[in-house]
């Protein structure tokens, strides 16, 4: 792996990281698998994309991915909360639904180039526009959850029943983790679509497998419980993650090619799950 081919690792390493906070807070914090990231994902890409392609200000465009997002979990946490539809199962529908939607949102055509187009990184250094910006959803999300609000919120993961015998309203707060989540997994499909050159409607298959191998491995490096360290955890998982994955596709002695990339993602998962508990049968 060479210099240029490092920084693009933590380039993207950095724009999974911010996806990978997003499927912390539902995963980690409210307990609730969901599985709408892969739609969010593409949605956050699609909407920042076609706005691009109009003319409107990159920025701007991240904001309507942000708010997006929300609507795709908004519409889960109804499906679970109000239709009584399994957390599973909203989650597959709602990501099933958007497959559709983002065709519509990308005019019916499966994949936007960006390659002439302006966007937040045109005329600036990419990975210092991502560290800021991951360095602000860090501090935001980090002080959110040591609020009396995040404080509720990580109370109905831990236990609905004593969270809702103290006041917490569960139902409303687990729609809004709902949507504080795929807000910002679909700001990480915007920006790794500004990032790329390109918008694809495919772009999210696997996100749930990435985020949850950033923060699995987070979680090992950082073992602190603390909302500091964990919303830290996921950036650093998910830059170790992506810097693995490059090193081991650019290994000559490995012999690796870019279609091995699920089998390289599952195997080190099972290796990082698999060995703590093996280490600790034998003692």
Same mark, same amino acid.
Request: proline share 2%; charged share 10%.
């Given at each position: 792996?060479?210099?240029?081919?490092?920084?693009?690792? $933590? @380039?993207?390493?950095?724009?999974?990281?911010?996806?990978?906070?997003?499927?912390?807070?539902?995963?980690?914090?409210?307990?609730?698998?969901?599985?709408?990231? !892969?739609?969010?994902?593409?949605?956050?890409? +699609?909407?920042?994309?076609?706005?691009? #392609?109009?003319?409107?200000?990159?920025?701007? =465009?991240?904001?309507?991915?942000?708010?997006?997002?929300?609507? =795709?979990?908004?519409?889960?946490?109804? $499906?679970?909360?109000?239709? #009584?539809?399994?957390?599973?199962?909203?989650?597959?529908? &709602?990501?099933?639904?958007?497959?559709?939607? %983002?065709? #519509?949102?990308?005019?019916?055509?499966? %994949?936007? +180039?960006?390659?002439?187009?302006?966007?937040?990184?045109?005329?600036? %250094?990419?990975?210092?526009?991502?560290? +800021?910006?991951?360095?602000?959803?860090?501090?935001?999300?980090?002080? $959110?959850?040591?609020?009396?609000?995040?404080?509720?919120?990580?109370?109905?993961?831990?236990?609905?029943?004593?969270a809702l015998n103290g006041g917490v309203r569960v139902?409303?707060?687990?729609?809004?983790? $709902?949507?504080?989540?795929? *807000? &910002?997994?679909?700001?990480?499909?915007?920006?790794?679509?500004?990032?790329?050159?390109?918008? !694809?409607? *495919?772009?999210?298959?696997?996100?749930?497998?990435?985020?949850? =191998?950033?923060?699995?491995?987070? @979680? #090992?490096?950082?073992?602190?419980?603390?909302?500091?360290?964990?919303?830290?955890?996921?950036?650093?998982?998910?830059?170790?993650?992506?810097?693995?994955?490059?090193?081991?596709?650019?290994? @000559?002695?490995?012999?690796? @090619?870019?279609?091995?990339?699920?089998?390289?993602?599952?195997?080190?998962?099972?290796?990082?799950?698999?060995?703590?508990?093996?280490?600790? %049968?034998?003692?």
């Amino acid at each position: 792996m060479n210099y240029a081919e490092f920084i693009i690792s $933590l @380039e993207i390493g950095l724009i999974y990281g911010v996806v990978a906070i997003g499927i912390y807070l539902t995963f980690r914090v409210i307990d609730f698998p969901d599985l709408t990231c !892969d739609g969010s994902f593409v949605l956050g890409a +699609a909407s920042s994309s076609i706005l691009i #392609k109009a003319g409107c200000n990159p920025w701007f =465009a991240l904001l309507v991915a942000l708010f997006a997002g929300s609507i =795709a979990g908004l519409i889960t946490g109804v $499906l679970n909360i109000r239709c #009584k539809i399994t957390d599973l199962l909203s989650g597959i529908l &709602v990501a099933f639904m958007l497959y559709s939607i %983002n065709l #519509k949102v990308m005019g019916g055509i499966p %994949n936007i +180039a960006l390659i002439k187009q302006v966007t937040i990184f045109t005329a600036h %250094n990419p990975l210092l526009i991502l560290c +800021a910006i991951c360095g602000i959803i860090y501090l935001l999300y980090s002080y $959110l959850l040591v609020t009396d609000f995040g404080l509720a919120l990580r109370s109905i993961g831990q236990n609905q029943r004593l969270a809702l015998n103290g006041g917490v309203r569960v139902k409303q707060m687990t729609v809004i983790g $709902l949507m504080l989540s795929n *807000s &910002v997994i679909s700001l990480g499909g915007a920006l790794f679509s500004q990032h790329q050159g390109f918008a !694809d409607v *495919s772009q999210g298959t696997g996100t749930i497998i990435i985020g949850l =191998a950033a923060v699995i491995i987070g @979680e #090992k490096l950082l073992p602190f419980r603390t909302s500091w360290a964990t919303v830290l955890s996921c950036l650093l998982g998910s830059i170790i993650y992506r810097l693995f994955i490059g090193f081991a596709l650019h290994s @000559e002695m490995l012999g690796l @090619e870019t279609q091995d990339l699920n089998l390289i993602t599952g195997v080190m998962l099972i290796g990082i799950m698999v060995v703590p508990r093996v280490r600790r %049968n034998k003692c």
